[in-house]
């Protein structure tokens, strides 16, 4: 009797064991609560909440479209049901979107039914007024969140729960000039600041241009919170006033090529004021006993491009398993060999190196190293530059070209056009002493 008690409660137990294993949901990773960037560069995300009515929505765009700003705006549901239009001005625009809730409830007293629901109505709403997915960004009403709404809202695909670094509180009616205060006297490189694009922030407008104005001032530049997370997290750089790709790779220890490359740039000379370069990296993941010297030491860079590539607050801090980027190892060109008649090239109006080493087959790289120049970015029309030696073919060149002198012509501004010289212009058609040339006539120009 008793074995056979037993054995009904061991099936007991199995039984309830199955049930509520069957009754728990499948876990996903809990949301990840972000105050501001891991970075030291100056740069600001800004961004604002759009509630029912969203009144101050088309002046706001309109103030971040003559910047040339892009923010990030974090939507409820009820304000894409009210006015779809301007969410669908918002996404039309390159801004980014992130769901605000439904109806904004305190998301820390909802059960997960409950945020799921306010989360896949805002979602729907959203997507139905302009065709694009709030995920993975989610901010709370209020701020308010604990350790269960972060794992809900994990669980629905919000991997990324965006607080704040500056609260303008613009939503209790507060000055321009107040709010504007409250940002220019606290910023700090990777802020997040809020503000509210609703009737009841009234001071937002006014105040943003100002804001927009004196950040620029102090050096910052504007980012969505996708590039802000995204610079704290891989190798990016934002290019500053003054900055050249030359500038970047060296402070990187990479080549103009790698970035050129890397950044699908087709204009190595032009790069603008805020933009994102990637840096080309590899990881290193610290071992017991490595500190930030001998690492830089093993891959041939130095302690300060990692502390500057991996945002380093404390250089002497370092973790077993944490993750270093190292700038991807550039390969030196070897220099060609001097050669009689090595291929030259007189810089001409429009030229860049990059059009110039694509017409080659060669690099830009290779270029600025032959020609040893200390700025990629400044070439003269008139230089004359050195082609290095190159794996593919250059372009074809006849050894001799036809010209027909013009008005003002002479035969020595003929053979500086062409990159030869007088005698041999003179000796090719066969001129006299004085080298005199008449207006039609034809020259065979030598190379």
């Keep these: 009797m008793q074995r056979k008690s037993v054995k009904i409660s061991l099936m007991l137990s199995l039984l309830f064991l199955f049930l509520f294993s069957l009754a728990l949901p499948v876990s996903a990773a809990s949301s990840q609560y972000i105050t501001k960037g891991n970075t030291s560069t100056k740069m600001v995300a800004l961004t604002f909440d759009d509630g029912s009515d969203g009144k101050n929505v088309a002046k706001i765009l309109q103030i971040l479209t003559t910047n040339k700003i892009k923010a990030t ?12 239009q301007k969410i669908k001005d918002i996404v039309a625009q390159g801004h980014e979107i992130g769901n605000h809730s439904y109806s904004h409830p305190d998301f820390s007293k909802l059960s997960a039914a409950q945020i799921k629901t306010e989360l896949d109505k805002t979602e729907a709403a959203v997507k139905k007024a302009a065709g694009k997915s709030t995920k993975p960004y989610f901010r709370a009403p209020f701020g308010s969140v604990n350790n269960a709404t972060l794992q809900a809202v994990g669980n629905q695909g919000y991997t990324k729960t965006i607080g704040w670094t500056i609260d303008t509180v613009d939503w209790k009616g507060i000055s321009s000039s107040q709010i504007t205060s409250k940002v220019i006297n606290n910023a700090t490189p990777g802020m997040i600041v809020l503000m509210h694009a609703g009737e009841g922030a009234t001071g937002t407008p006014g105040a943003l241009q100002n804001m927009i104005t004196q950040l620029k001032a102090k050096g910052y530049t504007f980012v969505t919170i996708s590039q802000l997370l995204s610079t704290a997290s891989s190798g990016q750089y934002v290019v500053k006033t003054g900055d050249t790709l030359t500038k970047i790779a060296a402070l990187y220890g990479v ?39 001998q690492i830089a030491k093993a891959h041939k860079v130095t302690t300060q491009q990692l502390v500057t590539l991996n945002h380093l607050t404390n250089p002497n801090l370092l ?28 810089i001409k109006k429009g030229d860049t190196l990059y059009s110039i080493a694509k017409k080659y087959g060669v690099t830009v790289q290779d270029i600025v190293t032959t020609n040893k120049l200390a700025n990629a970015n400044v070439i003269k029309i008139g230089q004359v530059i050195k082609i290095p030696g190159k794996t593919s073919a250059a372009p074809t060149q006849p050894t001799t070209v036809k010209y027909t002198v013009k008005a003002g012509d002479t035969v020595y501004s003929i053979a500086k056009k062409y990159g030869t010289t007088v005698q041999k212009i003179a000796s090719a058609n066969k001129l006299n002493a004085a080298y005199l040339i008449k207006v039609g006539q034809v020259l065979t120009i030598p190379k």
Aim: proline share 8%; net charge positive; no cysteine.
């Design 73 to 84: 705006f974090f939507i409820t549901g009820k304000a894409a049901e009210n006015h779809p």
């Design 255 to 293: 080549s103009v090529q790698q970035l050129i490359t890397t950044n699908k740039l087709s204009n190595a000379n032009l790069i603008r004021v805020g933009q994102l370069i990637t840096i080309p990296t590899t990881n290193y993941t610290v071992k017991a006993g490595d500190t930030l010297t």
């Design 319 to 346: 973790k077993i398993g944490q993750i270093i980027k190292i700038p991807a190892a550039t390969t030196t060109p070897a220099t060609p060999k001097s050669t009689p008649g090595a291929l030259t090239y007189t």
